[in-house]
Nanobody, 125 residues
Framework: QVQLMESGGGSVQAGGSVRLSCAAS????????MGWFRQAPGKEREGVAS????????FYADFAKGRFTISQDDAKNTLYLHMNSLKLEVTSMYYC??????????????????WGQGTQVTVSS
C-alpha cells in the first residue's frame, strides 16, 4: 500500500523557518520523482518544488526560488522541504506527491498520482 506521510508543519512566526518531511513507502521510490504542492483556502493546489530521485535535479516554482529548498534522503525514502524567511502568504496546506518517471517531469498536478494527506503550515506576524 502506497503511503506518503507528511510531517513538520505547524505555527511559525514570520521570518522564521520550517522543514517539512515526507516519508514514502509501499512503492519503488527510485522509479518516481517527488514534489511538494500547497493549497491555501479558496485557492487551487499549486506546485512548489520537485526533485528527480536518483539525481540532484530540482525544479522550483518562481515564488519558491531562493527561499525554499527541496531535498531527499534516498536511503530513508524521505523527501524534505526547507522554507526560510517565511512570509504570511506561505500559510497553506502542504502536500507531498510522487509521479512515475518516463512521462515528463515538472510541477503539473496531473503528472503525480500518489498524494499524502497534507501538513498545515501557518505563518503568523
Amino acid at each position: 500500500q502506497v503511503q506518503l506521510m507528511e510531517s513538520g508543519g505547524g505555527s511559525v512566526q514570520a521570518g522564521g523557518s520550517v522543514r517539512l518531511s515526507c516519508a514514502a513507502s509501499g512503492y519503488t521510490y527510485s522509479r518516481y520523482f517527488m514534489g511538494w504542492f500547497r493549497q491555501a483556502p479558496g485557492k487551487e493546489r499549486e506546485g512548489v518544488a520537485s526533485i528527480y530521485t536518483g539525481r540532484t535535479s530540482t525544479f522550483y516554482a518562481d515564488f519558491a526560488k531562493g527561499r525554499f529548498t527541496i531535498s531527499q534522503d534516498d536511503a530513508k525514502n524521505t523527501l524534505y522541504l526547507h522554507m526560510n524567511s517565511l512570509k504570511l502568504e506561505v500559510t497553506s496546506m502542504y502536500y507531498c506527491a510522487a509521479g512515475p518517471k518516463g512521462n515528463g517531469w515538472n510541477l503539473k498536478r496531473d503528472l503525480y498520482n500518489y498524494w499524502g494527506q497534507g501538513t498545515q503550515v501557518t505563518v503568523s506576524s
